[in-house]
């Protein structure tokens, strides 16, 4: 029974004892905390302020290594989380073939985004290096790669309307200048019948590490109507007739088939159509000439000739 009462006794007597060598060493340990110390410490770098003439490569340093004077409970806290710094890079110089902040600049910077009872005494390198270069841009047009199959009797009425129709490109000269184009990602529309809008990808060429698009996806729209077709009578026109001469051609006339919309039909006459044949150029075929169409409406599906081709006899007035 004795024994039980003392050697409780001794557990009581050592978990006291180790009590009070704990809250010693945090004692001492706080205490020396409040102390100043000299020390390294890393920083993470953010760069400000890029000028639009200039962009940043891949290599540029992430940290920056400062001797600091202050607290051991700072340099505790930058040990736990690391302190972010921003370099205002639109005050970099351009030295010996790279850009640079100058030692005196980048104290400064520093200096002025730390706090009143933190002293900086030096960082690790008299300037900082930076990964700079100039910029060139160029708008390079955008082509729709689109397999569009429309419903019979359907037509697409004017051109694919893109939004952007364009993307520009900022990137060393060396790296953009042989872009004529950029294309869309693979698009495949089937027995369409009603007017689309889909959004594509853009496709950029490889080899760009250090060049930058305005826009990665573009919105295609088009416009699908019903379409008819309607017969035109127009008169043939003959070009460079030698002088003295008149030509007259068996028809006067031909006809011209045009398909559109129903409604741009509607709007249509013979006005708007020009069948025109070069006299110099039919020279030497039977006095037959050949002929071309040499005006169209717009937003027309398809225009075509009946014949191509007409009998003439050249008169004498």
């Known amino acids: 029974m004795v024994k039980k009462v003392l050697k409780g006794l001794n557990q009581k007597k050592a978990k006291v004892f180790s009590l009070f060598l704990l809250c010693s060493f945090l004692a001492w340990f706080i205490s020396n905390l409040s102390d100043t110390y000299e020390s390294r410490s890393d920083f993470l770098v953010n760069y400000r302020n890029l000028p639009d003439t200039l962009l940043q490569g891949k290599n540029s ?28 890079v639109s005050q970099a110089v351009y030295r010996n073939g790279r850009y640079v902040i100058p030692e005196d600049e980048l104290k400064e910077q520093l200096d002025q ?10 960082v690790n390198q008299n300037q900082l290096v930076l990964d700079l270069y100039q910029v060139a841009s160029r708008k390079i047009p955008i082509v729709p790669k689109m397999d569009l199959q429309l419903e019979q009797n359907y037509i697409l009425d004017g051109k694919l309307i893109l939004i952007p129709d364009s993307v520009t490109v900022k990137g060393p000269n060396s790296e953009i200048d042989t872009i004529k184009e950029i294309r869309t990602s693979p698009i495949k529309l089937a ?7 889909r959004e594509a990808v853009l496709v ?6 250090n060049s930058v698009f305005s826009d990665a996806r573009v919105s295609i729209l ?13 008169p043939v ?12 051609t068996f028809p006067s ?5 045009c398909k559109a919309s129903i409604e741009r039909l509607k709007s249509l006459s013979a006005a708007d159509f020009a069948v025109e044949s070069d006299y110099e150029k039919s020279k030497g075929n039977d006095n037959t000439l050949f002929l071309t169409i040499a005006k169209r409406p717009e937003n027309a599906y398809d225009v075509r000739l009946q014949q191509t081709s007409v009998n003439f006899v050249l008169e004498q007035p």
């Open 191 to 197: 027995n369409v019948s009603d007017s689309f809008e």
């Open 61 to 88: 340093n992430e940290h920056l290594e400062v001797k600091l004077r202050t607290s051991g409970f700072q340099f505790l806290y930058y040990n736990f989380f690391k302190k972010r710094v921003d370099i205002n």
């Open 253 to 257: 006339t031909v006809t011209v088939l």
């Open 222 to 234: 088009g416009k699908v109507d019903k379409f008819s077709e309607k017969v035109f009578e127009v």
């Open 113 to 122: 985004q730390l706090s009143q009872n933190i002293s900086l005494l030096d």
């Open 204 to 209: 950029f060429p490889k080899g760009l590490e």
């Open 237 to 248: 026109q003959v070009l460079n007739v030698p002088e003295g001469f008149h030509v007259k």
